[in-house]
């Protein structure tokens, strides 16, 4: 199973490679580190201590493993979510889709480490005529939601395609 | 019995639906104690005048008859500064760019100190606030309900039947062509300019739809609720907008298979975020009308979502949203 788990850790360097050894150990696949300095999923939580999210793909009985042996080293585990996304929502693209770089728009969304791409659908009548492309996204949370919709809102006004968003959208 | 000196500037469909309203109503005006006595009516090409109240039948057959009701050479706002009367029934044609002839009709009947009712919205969207202020200043009555979403009741709801709730947003579909030709797109697996063919000959959509399919016309509507409604002082210009014109039918249908159809919606939200763009709206949601029709969802904090849906145009549907108003001005008397 998909879990995040965010931890703290003392803002010092070595701190993250100690807190992700019990997970190689436990043989556990790590999906993702969203650190302090890329995303904000990562904070700052006091004097000296940050907040890091490791995204883990593990049976539950490793899961606890982990945690025990972190907690060991000294790294408090503030949470532990069962499932990774828990929004999801399709929107629409209409214009040159596929020839401004379908696959560039994609790895944007998948690079920002808070949501993925989950399934697109394309449909193209004619050479020349302007695709229509469905893509459902699965983002990890409401806010990481929201700054997805930011980005597509900025990667269709540079690659000049309609980007059609559901009404329940803020 | 209060008598009401009216006039009506601009007798086209919605002019001529008011007649025929004020006609079918006489008894029901009665009731109210109020009686409208049409001293004056123009078209483009001037005007009928009759002091003692005109024969709205006679005015209708002879438009009909001659294409034109003038007697006299006289124009909207001569009427409005010359004839003594008490309300102006103002239904020009729109013009959002300049305000147009019913822009400067307004302005002269509040400072003769006639009130105006009115469907025509290109003034309210360039002249909310100073329309309002002038109307105030002279004791006039102003009264737009018809502007938005025709017969569908929607300004006079949130400001009166409404009051006391605090309105987070108001969404909604707010032009009947743009809906119509999403609609018919999807039902008929055509394209966007086949079925703008359709609307075109059916005289639902205009031989220049620019006006509807580019949200013009919906970022009006959305402009006068957000001055209305919200009490701010917006402008055509601070809606961000996008028509319809490249949706096409394939999005549609990817659309209906997610359980989604795509609607033209205008948005207005108490941050003061003016919008309108096609959305995905659910199959069964409350916003998924078909057709002409209009809809809109208020978003509010007492008594939740509430949604209202009507039709958006048309003459008689038009002009009672018009005559609702005329009675709230004279019944509070
Ligand atoms: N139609 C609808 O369903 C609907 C719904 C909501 C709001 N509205 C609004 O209501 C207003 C009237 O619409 P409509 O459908 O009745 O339009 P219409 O059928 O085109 O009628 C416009 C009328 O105004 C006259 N006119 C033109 N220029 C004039 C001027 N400078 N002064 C006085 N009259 C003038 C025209 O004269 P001629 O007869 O000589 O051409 C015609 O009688 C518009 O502002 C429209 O946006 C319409």
Avoid: W
Avoid at chain 2, 21 to 32: C, G, I, R, Y
Avoid at chain 2, 46 to 68: H, P, S, W
Avoid at chain 2, 129 to 144: P, Q, S
Avoid at chain 2, 280 to 295: A, R
């Amino acid at each position: 199973m998909k879990v995040t788990m965010d931890i703290e850790l003392r803002d010092e360097p070595g701190q993250l490679i100690l807190a992700l050894e019990p997970v190689s150990r436990n043989k556990a696949n790590l999906i993702s580190v969203f650190h302090y300095h890329k995303t904000n999923n990562a904070t700052k939580t006091g004097s000296g201590k940050v907040q890091v999210q490791l995204v883990l793909d593990a049976k539950s009985p490793v899961i606890a493993k982990i945690k025990d042996d972190m907690e060991k080293t000294g790294i408090r585990v503030l949470r532990i979510g069962e499932e990774k996304y828990r929004e999801t929502i399709t929107v629409i693209m209409i214009g040159h889709v596929v020839n401004t770089d379908i696959r560039d728009t994609i790895s944007r969304i998948d690079e920002t480490g808070i949501a993925e791409v989950t399934d697109m659908s394309l449909s193209m009548p004619e050479i020349d005529e302007p695709t229509s492309a469905a893509i459902t996204i699965n983002a990890v949370g409401k806010d990481e939601l929201k700054k997805v919709v930011a980005l597509l809102k900025e990667i269709t006004k540079e690659k000049d395609l309609l980007l059609v968003l559901p009404i329940e959208l803020e | 019995m209060k008598t009401v000196k009216a006039s009506i500037i601009g007798f086209g469909s919605i002019g001529q639906g008011v007649a025929r309203v004020l006609l079918m109503k006489k008894e029901d005006l009665k009731k109210e104690g109020i009686e409208i006595k049409v001293v004056a009516i123009t078209d483009s090409k001037g005007a009928v005048i009759d002091e003692n109240g005109l024969d709205l039948e006679k005015c209708l057959a002879v438009k009909a008859e001659k294409g034109t009701i003038a007697e006299k050479a006289m124009t909207g706002i001569d009427v409005v500064n010359q004839v003594e009367h008490d309300l102006v029934i103002e239904v020009s044609p729109t013009d959002v760019i300049t305000g147009g002839a019913g822009l400067l009709n307004m302005q002269a009947a509040f400072e003769n100190g006639r009130s105006v009712v009115t469907s025509n919205k290109g003034p309210l969207t360039l002249k909310f606030k100073e329309l309002n202020e002038t109307a105030e200043k002279n004791g006039c009555a102003f009264r737009y309900e018809a502007t938005v979403g025709g017969a569908m009741p929607i300004i006079n709801l949130t400001k009166e039947v409404m009051a006391g709730n605090e309105i987070s947003s108001i969404k909604g579909i707010f032009n009947g062509t743009c809906n119509y030709i999403l609609t018919r797109m999807l039902e008929e697996k055509s394209t966007y300019s086949e079925i703008l063919t359709e609307a075109v000959d059916l005289g639902i959509a205009e031989t220049d739809p620019t006006y509807d399919v580019e949200g013009i016309d919906t970022a009006g509507k959305v402009v006068i609720l957000a001055n209305a409604v919200f009490g701010m002082n917006k402008t055509i210009n601070d809606v961000d907008r996008t028509g319809i014109t490249q949706i096409t039918y394939e999005a549609l249908e990817m659309s209906a298979k997610n359980g989604k159809t795509i609607k033209l919606i205008g948005e207005v939200r108490k941050d003061g975020t003016l919008t309108v763009s096609p959305r995905l709206v659910p199959i069964g949601h409350p916003l998924s009308v078909s057709g002409t029709l209009n809809v809109a969802s208020i978003q509010t904090d007492l008594a939740g979502e509430i949604t209202v849906t009507g039709k958006g145009a048309g003459s008689i549907e038009t002009a009672s949203a018009i005559l609702s108003d005329i009675i709230s001005i004279y019944k509070q008397d």
